[in-house]
């Protein structure tokens, strides 16, 4: 059981490794934000526009993971993007993503569970927008939803991501000001969320970007 770590700048920390080995040694986080495989194949069957962006099929997506319950205990706040294929407790909090232009091959809207005992929530976010960030990973989040995640987990101070992919989470949590520790197992994802998150990290701030309060409805 190795893993590698990069320090990407002070408080930014990723590990090239299994989230089930590495989270145990990590403490506590003031949210776990977080997108685990599907366990629907996805990856198994690119689109047509993946297959020409050169995306292989693979077989990350095949099963869900195991241990998942035991891997949020490590956040105060949890958000679970495809929290929906997971046995997690009843909740009133989820959140949706909406895709207003999806095509009707493509499923109109995204959820993610929550532990917050709050309102659920909902973002509209366009696919055609998605599409045009996209640097490679067959299931990357749009930062914009990601950012929002955030803001609805009450702009947390440190945040883990244990399924990283492409290092959205990463490079929304800079964009934010929170100390940020990601998790990937893939080599080749993992190398996309350093470059990712290191280019974020490069980017010229006039001031800093982290909301000022955080939203009191997430807090309940
Ligand atoms: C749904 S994707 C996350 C996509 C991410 N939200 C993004 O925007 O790019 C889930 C990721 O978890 C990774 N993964 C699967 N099992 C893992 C494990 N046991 N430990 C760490 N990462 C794992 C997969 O390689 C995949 O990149």
């Known amino acids: 059981m190795t893993w590698r770590v990069e ?5 930014v920390t990723v590990y090239c490794g299994d989230a089930r080995d590495i989270v145990p040694s990590l403490g506590q986080f003031e949210a776990i934000i977080t997108d685990p495989p599907y366990g629907i194949g996805f ?13 292989k099929a693979e077989a990350w997506d095949d099963l869900t ?16 993007w495809s929290g929906n294929y997971y046995s997690l407790p009843p909740s009133r ?4 993503w909406v895709k207003p232009d999806a095509p ?15 309102n659920a929530r909902q973002i509209t976010h366009s696919i055609g927008a998605t599409n045009a960030e996209r640097v490679g990973h067959p299931t990357q989040k749009p930062l914009a939803v ?3 995640t955030l803001e609805q987990a009450g702009n947390p101070a440190t945040v883990l991501d244990p399924f990283m992919g492409s290092g ?18 893939e080599p080749k994802y993992f190398d ?29």
């Open 146 to 148: 990601i950012c929002w």
């Open 93 to 96: 909090g989820w959140l949706a």
């Open 65 to 80: 993971v195991t241990g998942l319950a035991d891997i949020l205990k490590h956040g105060e706040r949890q958000v679970c």
């Open 192 to 220: 996309l969320a350093c470059r990712r998150i290191a280019d974020e990290l490069r980017r010229p701030r006039l001031f800093s970007e982290r909301p000022v309060a955080p939203v009191q409805e997430a807090l309940l």
């Open 104 to 118: 009707p091959s493509m499923a109109s809207l995204e959820l993610a569970w929550t532990n917050q005992n709050r």
């Open 43 to 55: 990856a198994a069957q690119p689109t047509k526009w993946q297959r020409r962006a050169g995306q």
């Open 7 to 11: 320090h990407l700048a002070e408080g």
């Open 168 to 185: 959205t989470t990463g490079v929304a949590c800079v964009r934010s000001g929170a100390a940020f520790c990601g998790i990937e197992i």
